[in-house]
């Protein structure tokens, strides 16, 4: 069974604002990764975050962790028309990574 | 520098029949992963190689699937013979480390239908 769960699984919103998806686990992580996938593309990396940190950016993006909650989020601030695709999170443990199903966001222009 | 590269991108196939996929990885990336990316999921591993060695391939559905990594480089993941719920992306994904931890490059994937 898939280790990361994105909520929601999908996401509407008009361009300019900001979009905000999470990712819960089950088990202990040594990170998590975020991908983007568009349609019809392979996946893109977007950022890492370890276990041992709470946030992390990376030009629009803003990423945080909680092991505590066992859940991290993804902010994409400002958002374009471009931002249009399925957003994964992937936790890596024992040497392995485990995608969740994704949440689907629309950036309407 | 060069992405993974995977052939064909598209194949239809009836069911019972065989198919083979290739990937050529990043030069120099000891890891090597195929994925199964069903419409509206996550990718689900397969199979992960480091170099020529299999690291894990508990999901493979090893009566039908195949895959190897010669002199660890490129693969190829064999289907015989497919069923109807193989439909689906295929998608390899290579990194340099021999650890999940490094982030991984994906190629463009190889949509496959079995009618």
């Known amino acids: 069974s898939q280790q990361g769960e994105e909520d929601p699984q999908a996401l509407s919103i008009q361009e300019g604002e900001n979009a905000t998806m999470n990712c819960s686990y089950k088990?202990?992580?040594?990170?998590l990764q975020w991908y983007r996938q568009n349609s019809g593309r392979g996946l893109v990396h977007l950022i890492l975050i370890r276990s041992n940190e709470r946030e992390k950016h990376s030009g629009r993006l803003r990423v945080t962790l909680d092991t505590s909650k066992k859940s991290s989020s993804l902010l994409i601030t400002a958002s374009r028309a471009a931002d249009t695709a399925s957003y994964f999170c992937a936790t890596d443990g024992a040497g392995k990574s485990t995608f969740g199903d994704g949440t689907t966001l629309t950036v309407k222009p | 520098e060069a992405g993974v590269a995977q052939s064909p991108r598209y194949k239809i196939i009836e069911k019972r029949q065989s198919v083979a996929f290739w990937c050529n990885p990043i030069?120099?990336?000891?890891?090597l992963y195929w994925y199964q990316q069903i419409l509206g999921q996550g990718p689900k591993l397969l199979i992960q190689f480091q170099n020529n060695g299999v690291v894990d391939d508990s999901q493979l559905p090893k009566d039908r699937f195949s895959a190897e990594r010669l002199k660890g480089v490129d693969s190829t993941l064999k289907i015989q013979p497919a069923k109807l719920e193989d439909s689906a992306v295929y998608l390899c994904a290579s990194s340099p480390g021999t650890f999940a931890v490094n982030e991984q490059f994906f190629g463009p994937g190889t949509r496959l239908t079995v009618l």
């Open positions: 030069s120099g990336h000891a890891t």
């Open positions: 088990t202990s992580i040594n990170n």
